[in-house]
């Protein structure tokens, strides 16, 4: 691996860590009475779903997804953050 590549993948790392530390755990009880997420909880929830996705293997009241939402605007949200996270398919399409 390149110099360049592991510096970039160590950044990348700490980054993730960095945003793994704002996510915190809301009871189910409350995330369903709450007002419902909307577009930037949803573009949240995708830029730390990677994150959530891990720590919700080994913890069972953690979510990748939030269940109270209020649909296509949290689901375009989440599919933007997502994107951010992973590229977004951009690198490969110049080729």
């Known amino acids: 691996m390149k110099r360049t590549k592991l510096i970039t993948l160590t950044y990348l ?3 993730i ?5 704002c996510a915190h755990v ?8 709450d007002k419902p997420y909307g ?3 949803g573009l949240w929830h ?4 990677p994150i959530s996705f891990i720590v919700s293997l080994f913890k069972a009241d953690i ?3 939030g269940i109270n939402n209020n649909g296509a605007w949290y689901n375009l ?3 933007l ?5 992973f590229g977004g398919g951009g690198h490969q399409a110049k080729r």
Not at 17 to 21: I, T
Not at 26 to 33: G, H, N
Not at 81 to 85: E, K
């Open 39 to 41: 577009f930037w909880s």
């Open 13 to 15: 790392i700490l980054v």
């Open 26 to 33: 809301i009871p189910i009880e409350k995330c369903i009475t």
């Open 46 to 49: 995708g830029i730390i779903a």
């Open 77 to 79: 949200g989440f599919l």
């Open 81 to 85: 953050g997502v994107a951010i996270v």
């Open 63 to 65: 979510a990748v997804y």
């Open 17 to 21: 860590l960095l945003l793994s530390a």
